[in-house]
């Protein structure tokens, strides 16, 4: 047994990993090239507490640990050796003995490089080297707000976004010379990329990881990642990354009975177990997991620059029986379902990652009805600044499958979100999830015949818009991709050669360009008061009327959808001032693969009481149509009925 100091290391940070208050345990454990003394080398360390003798194998010793035990720490239950002579791109696993002198091999928990599976070795691998160039987009961040700020997500699986063949993937520095130009083409704020990190399995899309800090090998080096990340900052985008703190994979090379006892995932095998998804849970109430998994959070953030993560799966986190049987379920010593110590890691998990970074966005993919998700800690909340709006999505994506004719019987799916929309701080997703395993494409979801699929799609892409919450669409919705996802392929590009697909395109990228233009869609959308319904109850004709209003009282949008088939020549709607309204986009335009031709001239509004409102205009609303139209300040000039010529 030898102290930390012969190592290099400090007694002060393997106290804290400990105690889980070590939120940069990744630069002390792993594999660190380093000097100790006058030789250049590197520093192995691991947690390995019920190993009977650990050793470092790899390639520079013929895969035989033997010459290269390595020393207990003290009683921290991490083990350390420091071997001369070695340089980063060495391969490497720590061979770990139990009592009852079983061997065998595993991956480093902390590596930052992995062999490119079916492999498994870890890689030696310097991270300091990468010079970055993104420290203007970094000092804007210090004075964010992302609350009234525009956030249009675009979600991306980097293996099948592009790809040049079967398993031959574009790199990070390709998806940067590629992906970054498309998404700021497309009017997008911000790309969030599925896991990242070394995962075994292409199929589980990275939600099943064994190297946390390992950027997978699939797409690149650690340095390519950080070169995608670092142009996507100087050309104005923000970057989130899926993060999977719920549970991990049990391939053998990974953390499942990393020292031959259950480290990561606990003793209690019921909880454990996630038979769902063939997985094992993190014990969150273990102070070097905490440690473990905290640092994850702030390795990203630090190292790689990203803006922010996507946690994934909360609602089984927080819930004991979740998608569990009852051969599983387990109870928490108050006698409810509900997992206290992940309750408790969430909250110091977020306290943490704004003490370091207080602009990082916190995003909740939370299935559950827990309340305050989105709230301070001190205020008994978990400590997320957003959450995604699941409810919503669900709602909608099935009123938008009825008939047209069916809708006047469901008319609340698209109205019951406002009364719960200021509740937390939303996002509004349209995922991955929504278009894969049999659930088909947004398009496909659509009600009608061919033709009629893309007009509800526009429809719904209007309304959800311009709903309260911030935007994400996960790829290929922008040009209204047929099939469901195959995440094994490229996106149908071919589609865009086909007029329909191209027109969808192109109204996608006006509506973002909507989106960003428009301030009241975004700088209130955390505050009730800048959402008002015009028209909610009109379920006869599938009618919604609402404004948003931004932080200057007269800056006002009004939106109306027509989610009936048929066309109101004369539709008459309530607004909210005297003045003049222009339509600045009509989801029936001709343009987009509808109907009608394009009419900005101003709609004066007459002094005619309806839906509460003194003032009203008349216009012509086709069906399956979204109109938005722009409030201009002052008096009517002149009174006329406004229509929307029909190209038909």
Not at 222 to 239: A, S, T, Y
Not at 511 to 523: A, D, T, V
Request: with cysteine; proline share 5%; hydrophobic share 35%.
């Amino acid at each position: 047994m030898m102290n930390a100091v012969s190592v290099g290391l400090s007694t002060r940070d393997l106290y804290l990993f400990n105690n889980g208050d070590s939120f940069h345990s990744y630069r002390f454990l792993g594999a660190h090239p380093t000097r100790l003394g006058f030789e250049i080398g590197v520093r192995f360390s691991v947690w390995a507490p019920q190993a009977k003798a650990v050793y470092v194998a790899g390639s520079f010793n013929r895969w035989i640990g033997e010459n290269h035990a390595m020393e207990r720490v003290g009683k921290t239950g991490v083990w350390s050796l420091f071997i001369p002579d070695l340089e980063p791109g060495v391969l490497y696993k720590y061979e770990l003995e139990t009592a009852d002198g079983t061997r065998f091999m595993k991956s480093d928990p902390y590596a930052f490089r992995s062999e490119r599976r079916p492999r498994t070795a870890s890689i030696v691998t310097d991270l300091s080297t990468y010079q970055w160039n993104d420290s203007a987009w970094q000092l804007r961040q210090k004075d964010a707000n992302p609350y009234r700020e525009p956030m249009l997500i675009y979600e991306v699986h980097l293996g099948s976004w592009r790809v040049k063949g079967k398993e031959d993937f574009l790199s990070y520095e390709e998806m940067a010379d590629e992906l970054i130009d498309y998404v700021i083409g497309m009017g997008y704020t911000h790309i969030e990329l599925l896991p990242v990190t070394e995962h075994p399995l292409d199929k589980s899309w990275g939600y099943q990881i064994t190297g946390y800090y390992s950027a997978t090998s699939r797409y690149g080096t650690p340095e390519q990642l950080m070169l995608f990340v670092d142009r996507c900052h100087q050309k104005g985008i923000g970057v989130l990354l899926d993060w999977v703190p719920g549970h991990f994979c049990k391939d053998d090379h990974g953390l499942r009975l990393f020292d031959g006892t259950p480290i990561y995932e606990g003793a209690d095998w019921k909880r454990a177990e996630k038979p769902l998804w063939g997985t094992l849970a993190f014990d969150f109430g273990r102070k070097e997991v905490q440690s473990f998994l905290i640092s994850n959070a702030i390795f990203w953030m630090d190292v790689f620059h990203i803006d922010g993560l996507r946690v994934d799966a909360v609602a089984s986190m927080i819930d004991l029986h979740f998608d569990k049987p009852p051969e599983l379920l387990t109870y928490n010593k108050f006698g409810g379902k509900e997992n206290t110590d992940a309750i408790r890691f969430l909250k110091r998990l977020n306290e943490t990652v704004f003490h370091y970074y207080p602009n990082a966005l916190m995003i909740a993919e939370d299935s559950s009805a827990w309340p305050a998700v989105t709230s301070p800690t001190y205020m008994g909340g978990l400590g997320f600044n957003f959450k995604w709006n699941m409810g919503w999505m669900n709602d909608m994506l099935r009123y938008m499958s009825l008939e047209p004719q069916d809708r006047i019987h469901h008319h609340n799916l698209i109205t019951f979100s406002l009364m719960y929309a200021f509740s937390e701080n939303y996002v509004l997703p349209l995922s991955h999830d929504e278009v894969v395993h049999g659930k088909r494409s947004l398009l496909n979801k659509m009600s009608g015949t061919y033709e009629q699929k893309f007009a509800h799609l526009r429809l719904f892409y209007g309304y959800w818009m311009t709903h309260p919450g911030k935007k994400l669409l996960f790829m290929g919705g922008e040009w209204g991709q047929f099939d469901e996802w195959k995440d094994a392929e490229s996106l149908d590009w071919k589609l865009l050669e086909y007029e329909s697909h191209g027109r969808m395109n192109d109204y996608v990228r006006r509506l973002n360009g909507i989106y960003k233009e428009c301030s009241p869609l975004w700088e209130r959308d955390c505050d009730p008061g800048g959402f008002e319904w015009i028209d909610v109850h009109n379920a006869a004709q599938s009618i919604i009327v609402f404004l948003r209003r931004g932080l200057d009282p007269n800056h006002i949008h009004v939106m109306l959808c027509n989610f009936s088939n048929v066309h109101y020549e004369n539709y008459r709607a309530g607004m909210p001032e005297e003045g003049n309204y222009r339509i600045i986009m009509n989801s029936d335009d001709i343009a987009f693969g509808g109907h009608s031709k394009s009419d900005s001239d101003p709609i004066p509004t007459q002094a005619v009481p309806w839906q509460g409102r003194a003032q009203s205009i008349t216009l012509s609303l086709p069906p399956l149509t979204f109109l938005m139209l722009a409030f201009e300040k002052g008096k009517s000039k002149k009174l006329r009925r406004h229509r929307i010529a029909n190209g038909s």
